[in-house]
């Protein structure tokens, strides 16, 4: 079904869950109270936290003033430098990052996003045109650690360099955190962001429009695109395609809680890393919740869907496009629209879903306790002390989660007693990479040859990106997962500024603390440690399917 701006068609269980569960939507009147901002709507335990959480409905209208301040930023940054800054990073996780990302990759616009404590990937984001940059550093608390690092890392890069880090860097924070505080006493530009919105509904906040807006995006278009469909979206109407969508994610009975973003002629770049963090860490807690999974351009055909999976096709506006337009066939939905449109539209939806799902969308209970184990790690100086259960050529491998590994000494065989654990019916698999993911982004090719030969659905996450993201969902959503960790050794450490830890330290707790809790939540976890990053990625790599070097074709 077509509306401004937006559509939203289905078949299968998806349109028999927009059947069931629109009518009553609009019956009670949940669009209209949605977007006048009712913290009642997911019951009396979420009333707390959505009752501050709300704002992202009014974000087209009442983020218009940033895009004059953007305007004078740039300007003055420029006046300050003396020379354009044409080259813009971004340093933040999750919600921070997320959305600028697929902002600026649609837009064409290049943006330089650090979102990692792997030290080789920050080392060689500092190296890159240094002359010519500026930092937009972003937290809504003030306080992550990846992102404080990363504004330690760049502020002596700068001073390094001759030059003031004040007149370089930008902090994007809620009002009244550390970082706001901190910096607008040091003297740097500051841009506070709507404190009532969350980080995943955050896109069309400072935290998505000062990075994008600095790299040159026509953020005014986006924010034109967002506002046209809103009073669409907060209509009780079951036209609405919020209503629709959030149905048909939430509403299939029986839940079908593996939703496969596949790309189908889309023009925006990136949607579904967008799309993952807003599904995952919106309802994957108490047990239950959705699990994206982007797919890209593969997936199953519709007739080969297993019962637990859900395709969403991200279809071209127009419908121009060979694939797009078209409608969906099995148990799917398809969706289209302009970037601005479709970032209120799954913001909405997503809010639906967990309505049905009977969830508070707004909180993520389980993201701290990996947080804290990180904390705890570096407090006794570092990542792993536990022994490895076995050591293959140049692959450390540990078993966490259960004895599961059996009498498996190499890495095939522990791929293998992994792989043993996971639930054919309902589960998934998990791979999680604490890579370098420009150098080692040909390692994510795994995704597709996995999810063939397990026949189950496979995820692919870059650590600790990941842990703002799918990792809420792989804690707090059904314990149908196993777990696939990949660290190595840096080819080179990097201190963190003003601490008394390095980049190398904090990648290696995340990954540590990460596998720690997961396990103390009686998940399978393989962590395979590379002693020597090549030699053992080529094992890695030949285990999984994957030949042993990027540039060999398949037998």
Known sequence: MTS???AVSASGAAADAISRHVPELVRDGFAGKLFHQDPDLWGPEAHSEASKRLSWVGLPRSSRPLLGEIAALRSELDEQAGHPLDHVVLCGMGGSSLAPEVICATAGVELTVLDSSDPDYVR??????????????????GSTAETDSQKRAYEQAFRDAGIDPTHRIVLVTDPGSPMDEAGRKAGYHVVNADPNVGGRYSALTAFGLVPSGLAGVDIEGLLDDAEAVADLLAADDEANPALRLGSALGGT??????VLLTDAG???TGFGDWAEQLIAESTGK???????VVVGTGGPAADQLADDELVVLLQATDGDDADGGSEPKGDAVAVSGTLGAQLLLWEAAVATAGRLLGINPFDQPDVESAKQAARDLMAQG???TDEPA????AVEVRALGGSWLGDARDVSAAVEALFAQLDRDRGYLAVMAYLDRASDSALAEVRPVLARRLSRPVTFGWGPRFLHSTGQYHKGGPATGVYLQVTTVPEKDLEVPGQDFSFGVLIAAQAAGDAQVLAEHGRP????HLTDHDRGLAQLRQALGLPAHPTEQPT
């Open 382 to 384: 570092g990542g792993t």
């Open 253 to 258: 009975a029986p839940l079908r809680d593996k």
């Open 390 to 393: 076995f050591t293959d050529g």
């Open 286 to 292: 108490n047990g239950t919740g959705l699990l994206p």
């Open 525 to 528: 976890v393989l962590r395979l």
């Open 124 to 141: 060689h984001a500092l190296q890159d045109r240094l002359d010519r940059t500026v930092v937009v550093v972003s937290s809504k608390s």
């Open 4 to 6: 401004s701006g937006v």
């Open 266 to 268: 889309t023009e925006i």
